[in-house]
């Protein structure tokens, strides 16, 4: 069974850094896709960063320039870098996986259970 464990999040003030992670327990086939998204109270989850297997990244406009999302394949573990926080960076961060599973070789969404991200001073 495949889990995927969050860490890192927690209180900062404004322009701030937080470094989240997320650590893939057990076995896929392959990975397609790693990506975070992010819910803030009342709002969409939303797309914050996504890397592909082959290390191609994407981020939305909101985050681009103070995100840096990476992969360390050897630990099974991706990583979201977030430099100079700003109060409306506040949600709910989930880890996602895309990727292939061995039991009928379809692709999947994995979902990590959340962590909290609090931007205030």
């Known amino acids: 069974q495949v889990q995927l464990v969050e860490s890192g999040g927690g209180l900062v003030q404004p322009g701030g850094s937080l470094r989240l992670s997320c650590a893939k327990r057990?076995?896929?086939?392959?990975?397609?896709?790693m990506d975070w998204y992010r819910q803030a109270p009342g709002k969409q989850r939303e797309l914050v960063a996504g890397?592909?297997?082959?290390?191609?990244?994407n981020y939305a406009d909101s985050v681009k320039g103070r995100f840096t999302i990476s992969r360390d394949n050897a630990k099974n573990t991706v990583y979201l870098q977030m430099n100079s926080l700003k109060p409306e960076d506040t949600a709910v961060y989930y880890c996602?996986?895309?990727?292939?599973?061995?039991?009928?070789?379809?692709?999947?969404?994995?979902w990590g259970q959340g962590t909290q991200v609090t931007v205030s001073s």
């Open positions: 890397i592909t297997s082959g290390g191609s990244t």
């Open positions: 996602n996986v895309r990727g292939v599973r061995y039991s009928d070789l379809k692709e999947v969404d994995y």
């Open positions: 057990g076995s896929i086939f392959s990975i397609n896709a």
